[in-house]
């Protein structure tokens, strides 16, 4: 059974940076496609980032293009959120998806396995 552990939230001013890190655990890391998403208070969860088993396959929403990169390292079993030029609209519960057919990288249901999330907390 997959399980995604992430780290890394906190509070945070505009304009700085965090990195977020999920821990995958429970079967071989490098055969799964991995996402975040994030849910903000009283809004429906959304994409953020996706990284296809290959690296050098990432996907993101419009929203963070350019200032958040998502990163796997396939030795370590974890994928990474960087995230720069945060924004107290990034504020939210950012989780960790793993699945090992995700086609549509953008939706939710393309993703079977879910960590238990992070709080970022951005102040303006």
């Known amino acids: 059974q997959v399980q995604l552990v992430e780290s890394g939230g906190g509070l945070v001013q505009a304009g700085d940076s965090l990195r977020l890190s999920c821990q995958f655990s429970g079967r071989t890391f490098g055969n799964y496609a991995m996402g975040w998403f994030r849910q903000a208070p009283g809004k429906e969860r959304e994409f953020v980032a996706a990284?296809?088993?290959?690296?050098?396959?990432?996907y993101y929403a419009d929203s963070v293009k350019g200032r958040f990169t998502i990163a796997r390292n396939n030795a370590k079993n974890t994928v990474y959120l960087q995230m720069n030029s945060l924004k107290p609209e990034d504020t939210a519960v950012y989780y960790c998806a793993a699945d090992p057919l995700a086609s549509n990288y953008g939706r939710e249901s393309s993703y079977k396995y879910w960590g238990q999330g992070t709080q970022v907390t951005v102040s303006s």
């Open positions: 990284s296809k088993w290959s690296a050098s396959s990432t």
